[in-house]
């Protein structure tokens, strides 16, 4: 400091009107403001602006009823929450704001009715922001959802697995059984209701695969491929499992990063969510298969953990899934479907591969919305 400069005076802390002054100016977490008994702003703090993004000549004189949202404004919220004040003695809640750019967030305020000589003069009101806390408190609650559909996922895979080996044993059994007896006999009628039962334990060997597949338990063979090409592989297969009342689109980004999976598997699990829009399109509509790369999260890990993946999304304008209903579609021999017109695995298969290949799955269907669900399988890291 210049010897030719002195000192500022020091702050008279016993200036009370001085000393709240600098109190108000020095909080910028908080908006804390005067209204008046109608309503209007009568002083403004730096946390206002800070907040809400008004200067305060841009704000005092003008009423309060410009930070709340529209819809609120015409139901008429703005002065009700003042005339609770008047009448209760404080207003205390949470409700979305609107800044000075248009921009919302939700606000923690409290409003008191200032009072003189018994006759109501303003309002004391402060306003504070937790956008944040709010957006960490969902995002929490977003995870222990998802933590706990894993972990009961994960129980009904152990329970399903036990179950598809004890299964398969038994088919084993009867499929041997069939081939000693179509061995030992000549019988063309018999050899008919052979050939009729080896179909049905056929039948039985794929249901039980696809129960072991939801479970994790069976053994993937897995190579390094480029999805694009292996989806274009089966364009001309999908196609017509689409049908032909039904349009059919393809939507794949370019140059799209490898992934280590079970071509097969991959194959089928494409296949059964087209025959799932197919089946929900009986009169006719649109599916369509995207494919694009996604930075994300397996859903029971911490935000912070993310991870390039390639997703496969097969999408339809159907009539979509109930949300009541919608917790429940990946789980083995659950449908949404009459009973003879599905064995409820598909969307199984679905799931445990994407599991057993260190993805997930996703699906959106907003009621009349269509249906989407998404395969999002990890980038392989030493391609």
């Not at 908006?31 to 109608?38: F, T």
């Not at 009700?80 to 205390?92: H, Q, V």
């Not at 298969?289 to 935000?303: G, N, S, V, Y």
Request: net charge negative; charged share 25%; hydrophobic share 40%.
């Amino acid at each position: 400091m210049s010897s030719n400069q002195s000192p500022a005076p020091p702050v008279d802390l016993a200036d009370e009107p001085r000393q709240f002054a600098m109190l108000l100016n020095s909080v910028i977490d908080y908006a804390i403001y005067m209204l008046d008994a109608e309503g209007y702003v009568r002083t403004w703090n730096p946390g206002g602006t800070r907040i809400k993004g008004y200067q305060a000549d841009e704000v005092i004189g003008t009423h309060f009823s410009r930070f709340y949202t529209p819809d609120d404004v015409r139901e008429g919220v703005p002065m009700r929450n003042l005339r609770t004040a008047e009448t209760e003695g404080r207003f205390s809640a949470d409700g979305w704001r609107v800044r000075r750019d248009g921009s919302r967030f939700l606000a923690s305020v409290v409003i008191d009715p200032i009072w003189n000589e018994g006759r109501l003069i303003g309002f004391a009101k402060i306003t504070r922001d937790i956008t944040e806390r709010h957006e960490a408190e969902q995002q929490l609650q977003a995870t222990h959802v998802a933590l706990f559909q894993a972990q009961k996922m994960e129980a009904i895979g152990l329970l399903t697995l036990g179950l598809a080996h004890d299964f398969n044993n038994l088919l084993t059994v009867v499929i041997n059984s069939l081939d000693v007896i179509g061995g030992r006999t000549e019988d063309k009628k018999i050899a008919r209701v052979l050939e009729t039962a080896m179909r049905a334990a056929d039948r039985g060997v794929l249901l039980t695969r696809q129960l072991l597949t939801f479970g994790r338990g069976q053994a993937l063979m897995a190579e390094t491929i480029n999805l694009n090409d292996l989806i274009l592989d089966n364009r001309d297969l999908l196609r017509r499992a689409a049908a032909d009342q039904v349009d059919f689109h393809m939507d794949l980004a370019a140059d799209l990063p490898q992934v280590a999976i079970d071509r097969g598997q991959f194959e089928a699990a494409i296949l059964n969510l087209v025959s799932n829009s197919r089946d929900s399109l009986p009169d006719g509509g649109r599916i369509s298969i995207r494919t694009f790369l996604r930075h994300t999260r397996l859903p029971q890990e911490p935000p912070q953990v993310e991870r390039p993946y390639i997703c496969t999304e097969v999408t339809d304008n159907g009539p979509g899934i109930p949300a009541e209903h919608q917790a429940r579609v990946f789980e083995p021999f659950f449908t949404t479907k009459d009973v003879g017109r599905g064995s409820g695995l598909g969307l199984s298969q679905v799931f445990g591969f994407a599991s057993q290949s260190g993805g997930f799955t996703e699906l959106h269907s907003p009621p009349g919305g269509g249906t989407t669900v998404c395969i999002c399988l990890p980038v392989c890291e030493n391609p």
